[in-house]
């Protein structure tokens, strides 16, 4: 699993930040390994370098093999905040499209990815 990071101009932390979110992708992500090809994850600074409530995003877009992208957005005070937001959303967001690809019984659903 490929994950990439994107940062605006008013986000500061650069490769040290990058490392971090990386490490903690794969390892919270780490049961969809062999599903997910690649995790892209975009921070943002809403409000341009003012302070603010809830001015920092993260819009986390996972894309499962064979399958449509995932995306999912977080919002917090700061960065942190707004990455662990949007991973606890993204992990919920997996488990229900992984669990669409099978029935309750443990089957082989009839939806399938050529739909």
């Given at each position: 699993?490929?994950?990439?990071?994107?940062?605006?101009?008013?986000?500061?932390?650069?490769?040290?930040?990058?490392?971090?979110?990386?490490?903690?992708?794969?390892?919270?992500?780490?049961?969809?390994?062999?599903?997910?090809?690649?995790?892209?994850?975009?921070?943002?600074?809403?409000?341009?370098?003012?302070?603010?409530?809830?001015?920092?995003?993260?819009?986390?877009?996972?894309?499962?093999?064979?399958?449509?992208?995932?995306t999912v957005t977080g919002e917090g005070n700061k960065v942190a905040d707004?990455?662990?937001?949007?991973?606890?959303?993204?992990?919920?967001?997996?488990d229900t499209d992984m669990g669409r690809l099978k029935?309750?019984?443990?089957?082989?659903?009839?939806?399938?990815?050529?739909?």
């Amino acid at each position: 699993m490929q994950v990439q990071v994107h940062t605006d101009d008013n986000i500061q932390g650069g490769e040290s930040l990058a490392q971090w979110i990386t490490e903690e992708t794969s390892a919270k992500l780490s049961r969809f390994r062999d599903h997910v090809t690649r995790v892209e994850v975009f921070l943002t600074d809403v409000d341009a370098g003012k302070s603010g409530a809830n001015d920092k995003r993260c819009r986390m877009e996972a894309r499962p093999a064979g399958r449509q992208p995932v995306t999912v957005t977080g919002e917090g005070n700061k960065v942190a905040d707004a990455f662990t937001g949007a991973i606890d959303k993204l992990m919920r967001a997996l488990d229900t499209d992984m669990g669409r690809l099978k029935d309750k019984n443990g089957r082989d659903t009839i939806r399938t990815a050529e739909e």
